[in-house]
Every structure is written in C-alpha cells, then in structure tokens.
C-alpha cells in the first residue's frame, strides 16, 4: 500500500481508521538489528523467514505482512509461524485481500487486515462483518476440537 494513503482496517467489529500513529520500516530480514528502535512497526514480505523476525519480538509493536495477491496464501502461514513461535504483538495483513479471506486471516494469528478505499468501496463493510464471527464458522469447531 502506498505511503501516505488512508488506509482501512477491518477487525471483527468492522471498519475502523487506522489507529497507529508510528511509520513502518521495510525489513527484508538483513541488515542490523540492533538499529531497530523499540516499540517500531516492521512492514514484511510474505516471503521473509519467521526465525528471522524472533529476535525482535521484544522490540515489535506491530508486523504488517504484505499480501501482493489474494491468490497467494504465504502470509497466512507466516502469521501462523510467528504465533507458533511466540509473537505476541500486532499482527496486520495487508493488500490485495477479499472478504472471503478474513476468517482464515483471523485463524492464522492476525489481528486485523488493512485495506485500501476502493476495495471498501467494492466490498462493504457488510462483507467483511459477515465474516467477523470467525469462531463459530470454523470446521474445528463443529468436530468439537480446538486447536
């Protein structure tokens, strides 16, 4: 998403504006960690190892992993990863997302899913609030277990 446009973030009670005030820095996974300020949010591709993340768990305020496409599903198995491994922050998927995506967005460990406008625009807020009880649609939940 482009810097500086308004951004929209859907969670389970719906559209909301953007409540962080800090910037994003790009992290690609290299480079020095000990540059990064406490209390930062890290912008990452889909394609960034997790184990690269887990040594600034103490110092992430919030990860927003980049989706390029709805048809690509690799930031859903990183939010997953990162959960797995420990992360306990902010988790925002962000970019080219449907409506349809947000449960298993929420079931992989994210806190929300960041959207531009236009896609509001196409997909109101409706759409996404239809989705919003991620719990109860869950397959798991019908077979009675939780995972």
Known sequence: MERGSPRILVRDSGFQDDDWRGEFIQWSGEGDRSALPHGVA???????????IVPLFGRIALIRIAFPSHMDGRGFSLARYLRLLGYRGRLRASGCFLADQYAMARRSG?????????LAERQPEEQWLFRANWRTHDYRERLGRRL
């Open 42 to 52: 890290l912008d990452v591709e889909n394609t960034v190892p997790a184990e690269d």
């Open 110 to 118: 994210f806190d929300e899913v960041e959207i531009d406008p236009t």
